[in-house]
DNA sequence: GAGCACTGC
């Protein structure tokens, strides 16, 4: 009996998840797609959102024999979530257990076997894939998500593939001729001895080709279809409700104060339905939050019924979580949220969008190597991303607060990452794969030739590169492995040397992550007081080690007499009693057990330097050089490598301290050039140990 | 004596 109504429930359940794949826009071209893909190795897709091509796509590809050979279809996509999200819809829409037919791997989870013929992971993680296996030789089909969003990984993705689909042409070609491949080389320096055992490993394996097909959700197919040597490309039609776009008739001198009253406006005007106001950062959000509450009490009782939640990156989770849960009955909601509400979380019930137009971005100025924050207008492409956050559940309105003829002028689409980032790791990433010649490398848009040669520079620096700008052996090819900055990596090979590795691998984890420390601002004291215990008159880094070996003694502790879900939940609390960002503090254990295991992998000596923290301090200073700074008579540093003027920032236990010579991890540049991060050392050790960015200067 | 958008390996 109870056997026969689990079937019925299976069986109806199956019945609705073919119901609503036969009802996707794209279902109706399955067969015309599956046509293309045969017919062209390189297929552009634009789908609107609501197409379905992200779940169906690779659905239709098996079913029609694109994984025959036992090859894998791949598809990459810029955030862990939707990697995660989607594989595990596609494999309950395929009636599988996720990690066998389908599966999806990204950093720290990797949900796949050798049975996985479909697989969702992140465009990065594909990335370093190919370090290991450079012609990607286990897929028989790669699919590139979302590739509008023109993040730095897809961006040095495309090249790559482009690279790898000629070279597994005529790898294909020449396996059936038995003859050498002359231009067949994905490599330039075949005869280097590192890439030469990669090589050795993937001619015994016969080399297919490869199909590639970019998925994008503007109208850009343009761009890919040119960079793909006039690529042909497709349209699936997708769906969404229709919105209404209002305007403003003039140009808005304060656009914090037209979204404040457009918040009213819509509540007391407009029908049922949330609202979704998008702003550029903490600051906006809070204060529009205080205006909103102020203005509440002032309206006719009935009329009061607004609740306001907001989100953004840096927010505790469990605050994020708010956003997502119904308003009271009766009451109208009011989210107030950055970008992170554009692509990375779908918030359901929103029926309005407030869109001021203006956005946060990270810039990137390669004479100072200062990454600076700054507000611009968005993009067309943007605000067309932000008021479809409006009709995803019904017609909706978007307001964008200013005239429309603004809008034609906005830049199509937004600067691609890779011409305002640090190409520090896309370079080393290159020059792993062999590929030397980095102002020669086909991107889709080039990068800055100053930034180029600035990251080309520090890795020099580093001693990653050779004087004939090859990867060096071992530290460059070392390097190269590190899922790190190019400056952590490098301290962990210099702290192996130095007999700290087991100290460098913890500080490098928490400095990679964003700051553990929590202080809300009406705790600010107490918070202090908290992290007194920890503290380190050497500096900052000491105290995250602190502040991680408490941690982790106070878990291991608790592990002993509960559970793990147990003991993990206890130090969530502990956490929050010492004002620790325990998500934080979760992203740097997961870090540190990952390069842990690759320093190992690569034969590095992790040991400890003890209660002897000298050693850990030479180390700072051997790879931290370029960020070294001396005491001024006023008190102000000077930075050596730049010759900014900095300061010690009011967060640093060093702060007050003010010792001669410093090193630190990093400078914002906010109302003053802040260095964050400082530990003190000695002076003389920089020529010592750093002689080829200090002897000169002498 | 300060406030930093969002991703990713």
Redesign the pocket.
């Known amino acids: 009996m109870g056997i026969a109504i689990n079937y019925v429930i299976f069986a109806r359940r199956r019945q609705k998840i073919e119901q609503h794949r036969k009802s996707l826009p794209i279902a109706a071209v399955e067969k015309k797609l599956l046509e293309e893909v045969s017919n062209n190795d390189i297929l552009i897709i634009v789908g609107e959102t609501g197409s379905g091509k992200t779940t169906q796509l690779p659905q239709y590809l098996f079913n029609g024999g694109f994984c025959r050979n036992g090859g894998t279809i791949g598809i990459t996509q810029?955030?862990?979530?939707a990697a995660v999200t989607v594989a595990k819809r596609v494999a309950e829409e395929c009636g599988v257990t996720l990690g066998q037919k389908v599966g999806y791997a990204?950093?720290f989870e990797d949900e796949t076997s050798s049975s996985t013929r479909i697989k969702y992971m992140?465009d990065?993680?594909l990335l370093?894939e190919a370090l290991l296996d450079p012609y990607l030789s286990r897929y028989s089909v790669i699919i590139v998500d979302e590739a509008h969003e023109r993040?730095v990984h897809t961006d040095v993705l495309l090249g790559l593939l482009k690279r790898v689909q000629k070279t597994r042409l005529q790898g294909a070609m020449v396996n059936s001729d038995h003859t050498k491949a002359e231009n067949g080389r994905l490599f330039e320096n075949e005869n280097d001895h590192q890439s030469n055992s990669v090589l050795k490993n993937c001619r015994g394996k016969k080399l297919s080709p490869l199909k590639l097909i970019i998925m994008s959700a503007s109208l850009d197919a343009q761009i890919f279809s040119e960079y793909f040597g006039g690529a042909r490309a497709v349209h699936v039609q997708g769906r969404q409700y229709p919105v209404d776009m209002l305007y403003t008739h003039q140009p808005e001198t304060d656009y914090l104060d037209a979204a404040l009253i457009t918040i009213f406006q819509i509540h007391l005007e407009e029908g049922p339905g949330d609202i979704l106001v998008f702003l550029t950062?903490?600051?906006e959000i809070e204060s529009i939050e205080r205006l909103v509450q102020e203005r509440l009490p002032k309206l006719p009782e009935s009329k009061r019924k607004l609740s306001v939640v907001s989100i953004?990156?840096?927010l505790p989770s469990e605050k994020q979580m708010k956003v997502f849960m119904p308003a009271p009955v009766g009451f109208r909601k009011v989210i107030l949220a950055?970008?992170?509400a554009e692509t990375?979380v779908t918030i359901p019930g929103i029926k309005y969008v407030i869109d001021p137009g203006m956005v946060?971005?990270?810039t990137y100025d390669a004479s100072t190597g200062i990454e600076p924050?700054i507000i611009v207008k968005t993009s067309k492409a943007q605000a067309l991303q932000r008021s479809g956050r409006a009709g995803r559940e019904g017609p909706g309105k978007c307001y964008r607060l200013y005239p429309e003829n603004e809008f034609y002028k906005l830049k199509d689409s937004t600067t691609p990452e890779i011409k305002r980032c640090n190409l520090s790791?896309v370079i080393l990433q290159l020059k792993a794969l062999g590929i030397d010649d980095i102002i020669g490398f086909d991107f889709i848009e080039e990068p800055d030739r100053m930034a180029i040669i600035k990251s080309m520079e520090l890795l020099f620096l580093l001693g990653a590169l050779t004087d004939e700008s090859k990867l060096s052996e071992p530290v460059g090819h070392q390097m190269a492995r590190l899922?790190?900055d190019p400056i952590y990596s490098k301290s962990l090979i210099v702290a192996s040397q130095l007999n700290c590795l087991e100290e460098m691998l913890i500080v490098v984890a928490l400095l990679?992550v964003e700051s553990i420390f929590y202080?809300p601002?009406e705790k600010?004291e107490e918070s202090r007081l908290a992290l007194r215990s920890f503290s380190s008159a050497e500096g900052d880094h000491l105290t995250l080690l602190n502040v991680y070996r408490a941690s982790d003694e106070f878990l291991e502790k608790s592990k002993l007499v509960s559970s793990k879900e147990k003991a993990e939940k206890n130090l969530r609390k502990w956490c929050k009693e010492n004002f620790i960002n325990s998500r934080s503090l979760k992203h740097a254990r997961d870090i540190h057990s990952q390069i842990r295991r690759n320093v190992e992998q690569m034969g590095l000596r992790v040991s400890s330097c003890g209660d002897d923290m000298l050693p850990f301090h030479q180390c700072l200073a051997a790879s931290f050089f370029l960020n070294a700074a001396l005491k001024q008579p006023d008190g102000t540093y000077r930075a050596l490598s730049s010759g900014l003027m900095v300061q010690i920032?009011?967060?640093s236990v060093l702060?007050r301290m003010k010792p001669e010579c410093i090193i630190f991890d990093?400078l914002?540049r906010?109302?003053?050039n802040?260095i964050?991060n400082v530990s003190r050392i000695d002076y003389l050790w920089l020529a010592e140990l750093a002689p080829q960015f200090y002897a000169l200067q002498e």
């Open positions: 810029p955030r862990r979530v990204v950093r992140t990065g993680l370093r993040t950062g903490q600051e953004f990156a840096s950055t970008n992170i990375s946060k971005v990270r924050l790791n899922p790190l990679s202080a601002r600010l920032h009011p967060s702060f990093e914002v906010t109302n003053k802040y964050r």
